[in-house]
């Protein structure tokens, strides 16, 4: 038997031990089985961050249109928040990765504290305008007066509670460049059960608790990120994951903060392009109508259950690379990647037929009115067309953030979404006159465009020299 070939035993007792988290040695040993004990967990990490949209959604549902089209509308501004997160994220997996597979523990968690300064001085500010602000949000956005009226206070309470979203999403990326995956993976299971149960209650309320209507699931969604922060601190301060933060850590320190923000800007150039595209992308579904635009957004949380899991295995390869080049193995590190974007092709394909055999069947479990479930449907059918494209971009593009060459994939994300995507959304959908497909159109050209350069960019091997 060859070294990378797993047995159905040995996937069992390799899921226990990735499930369980047990401490890993990830450049060493076959790297079929590294991919695969990563991916485990940072697969459900994803799938868990994603539940938080499905829930949502489906609680929402029940509000009407209106509703529905306040959280596409708030949830697309607020992936400008995500951008920041995902980008510091994106820095610090790169540099704990490193520092880790250097084995340096203690400098992986001076950045590890360095960051979280970063994040809630960000979101301080973020916080100010959300709490300040929200109808002006969404009228920029070109939400309706009625919609503004029935939904800016859940506008208000997610942007103003952003410090949650930017402290799980940092804090999660420390654990996954240590290679503790699963505990990112407990942390964000704790964290839906909670949402779970506090959606219904703050939506439609019980007892003592009004109902506070598409409110109640900022609030709710508020809190079980909260919590899971607060879980998250737990375990750094008492060392229950690789990474372990002291009193003595805590301290401002300027060369490593701005290590940090140095190999972070890329990151998070590259994912304000990307969103800020995706927020004008919903800003031209909405010239169509609430209808429209509560199919798309609905389409588009369905599409992010299983897009986060391709992001799983795609962090998962950012890992492998950023601690194979700390140990001075870059070879092992390439075959990562390439041996990774094979699995996560083969998975998508999956996918995407499900998409394209079941599209009206899903819709229906959101929503019950005609057009909402028809252009719902044809938002799952289009996009799910790439799947097998943005399986392979994302795992290229994730390896460049890895190694902490967050520059590439910025001037990548900058061709491929504002000089193409864009222009050619509003020419199809505006200028043609093709309506909602001609957005749809352009979102999987996109992410084709992006799989080709990166892969072609990726070949050339620069990403190997990247010190961080």
């Given at each position: 038997?060859?070294?990378?070939?797993?047995?159905?035993h040995q996937l069992f007792s390799y899921f226990k031990i990735a499930v369980s988290g047990r401490e890993q040695d990830f450049t060493t040993g076959s790297v079929r089985r590294a991919i695969f004990m990563l991916s485990v967990p940072m697969v459900l990490e994803m799938m868990m961050e994603s539940v938080f949209f499905?829930?949502?959604?489906?609680?929402?549902?029940?509000?009407?249109?209106?509703?529905?089209?306040?959280?596409?509308?708030?949830?697309?501004?607020?992936?400008?928040?995500?951008?920041?997160?995902?980008?510091?994220?994106?820095?610090?997996?790169?540099?704990?990765?490193?520092?880790?597979?250097?084995?340096?523990?203690?400098?992986?968690?001076?950045?590890?504290?360095?960051?979280?300064?970063?994040?809630?001085?960000?979101?301080?500010?973020?916080?100010?305008?959300?709490?300040?602000?929200?109808?002006?949000?969404?009228?920029?956005?070109?939400?309706?007066?009625?919609?503004?009226?029935?939904?800016?206070?859940?506008?208000?309470?997610?942007?103003?509670?952003?410090?949650?979203?930017?402290?799980?999403?940092?804090?999660?990326?420390?654990?996954?460049?240590?290679?503790?995956?699963?505990?990112?993976?407990?942390?964000?299971?704790?964290?839906?059960?909670?949402?779970?149960?506090?959606?219904?209650?703050?939506?439609?309320?019980?007892?003592?608790?009004?109902?506070?209507?598409?409110?109640?699931?900022?609030?709710?969604?508020?809190?079980?990120?909260?919590?899971?922060?607060?879980?998250?601190?737990?375990?750094?301060?008492?060392?229950?994951?690789?990474?372990?933060?002291?009193?003595?850590?805590?301290?401002?320190?300027?060369?490593?903060?701005?290590?940090?923000?140095?190999?972070?800007?890329?990151?998070?150039?590259?994912?304000?392009?990307?969103?800020?595209?995706?927020?004008?992308?919903?800003?031209?579904?909405?010239?169509?109508?609430?209808?429209?635009?509560?199919?798309?957004?609905?389409?588009?949380?369905?599409?992010?259950?299983?897009?986060?899991?391709?992001?799983?295995?795609?962090?998962?390869?950012?890992?492998?690379?950023?601690?194979?080049?700390?140990?001075?193995?870059?070879?092992?590190?390439?075959?990562?990647?390439?041996?990774?974007?094979?699995?996560?092709?083969?998975?998508m394909l999956i996918v995407s037929i499900f998409y394209l055999l079941l599209a009206e069947v899903i819709l229906t479990i959101f929503s019950s009115e005609a057009l909402v479930i028809s252009y719902g449907a044809l938002s799952l059918r289009v996009i799910a067309t790439g799947y097998v494209f943005y399986a392979y971009?994302?795992?290229?593009?994730?390896?460049?953030?890895?190694?902490?060459?967050?520059?590439?994939?910025?001037?990548?994300?900058?061709?491929?979404?504002?000089?193409?995507?864009?222009?050619?959304?509003?020419?199809?959908?505006?200028?043609?006159?093709?309506?909602?497909?001609?957005?749809?159109?352009?979102?999987?050209?996109?992410?084709?465009?992006?799989?080709?350069?990166?892969?072609?960019?990726?070949?050339?091997?620069?990403?190997?020299?990247?010190?961080?």
């Amino acid at each position: 038997m060859a070294q990378d070939t797993l047995t159905i035993h040995q996937l069992f007792s390799y899921f226990k031990i990735a499930v369980s988290g047990r401490e890993q040695d990830f450049t060493t040993g076959s790297v079929r089985r590294a991919i695969f004990m990563l991916s485990v967990p940072m697969v459900l990490e994803m799938m868990m961050e994603s539940v938080f949209f499905l829930v949502d959604a489906y609680f929402v549902s029940s509000l009407g249109a209106n509703a529905i089209a306040t959280v596409g509308l708030t949830e697309s501004v607020l992936t400008l928040v995500y951008a920041v997160a995902i980008g510091l994220s994106m820095g610090i997996t790169a540099i704990v990765a490193r520092r880790t597979g250097e084995k340096d523990i203690p400098g992986a968690s001076r950045a590890a504290v360095q960051s979280i300064f970063l994040g809630i001085a960000i979101a301080a500010i973020i916080s100010g305008v959300g709490i300040l602000f929200p109808k002006e949000i969404l009228k920029l956005m070109g939400a309706a007066p009625d919609l503004i009226i029935d939904g800016y206070q859940y506008t208000q309470v997610l942007l103003g509670g952003n410090v949650t979203i930017m402290l799980l999403f940092l804090i999660n990326a420390i654990f996954r460049g240590a290679g503790d995956a699963a505990v990112a993976m407990k942390v964000l299971l704790f964290s839906n059960l909670l949402n779970i149960v506090l959606d219904p209650l703050f939506i439609f309320g019980f007892g003592p608790v009004p109902a506070f209507g598409v409110q109640g699931a900022a609030i709710a969604t508020t809190i079980g990120r909260g919590s899971a922060v607060i879980f998250q601190l737990v375990l750094l301060f008492y060392g229950w994951s690789k990474i372990k933060i002291g009193i003595k850590d805590l301290v401002f320190r300027a060369g490593i903060m701005l290590n940090l923000i140095k190999v972070s800007l890329g990151g998070i150039g590259q994912f304000i392009i990307g969103t800020s595209s995706w927020v004008f992308l919903m800003r031209i579904m909405a010239e169509f109508g609430s209808e429209v635009l509560a199919g798309y957004t609905i389409a588009i949380r369905v599409l992010m259950f299983t897009l986060m899991p391709s992001w799983g295995m795609s962090n998962a390869a950012a890992t492998l690379v950023g601690q194979n080049l700390g140990a001075q193995k870059p070879d092992r590190a390439e075959k990562s990647v390439w041996k990774t974007g094979k699995y996560n092709a083969y998975f998508m394909l999956i996918v995407s037929i499900f998409y394209l055999l079941l599209a009206e069947v899903i819709l229906t479990i959101f929503s019950s009115e005609a057009l909402v479930i028809s252009y719902g449907a044809l938002s799952l059918r289009v996009i799910a067309t790439g799947y097998v494209f943005y399986a392979y971009g994302m795992v290229i593009i994730q390896s460049f953030n890895g190694a902490g060459d967050t520059k590439t994939p910025t001037i990548i994300n900058f061709f491929c979404f504002w000089m193409f995507q864009l222009p050619f959304a509003y020419w199809a959908a505006i200028i043609l006159d093709w309506g909602a497909i001609g957005v749809l159109i352009a979102i999987t050209l996109a992410e084709l465009l992006i799989a080709v350069i990166g892969i072609i960019w990726f070949k050339k091997g620069k990403w190997k020299q990247v010190a961080v």
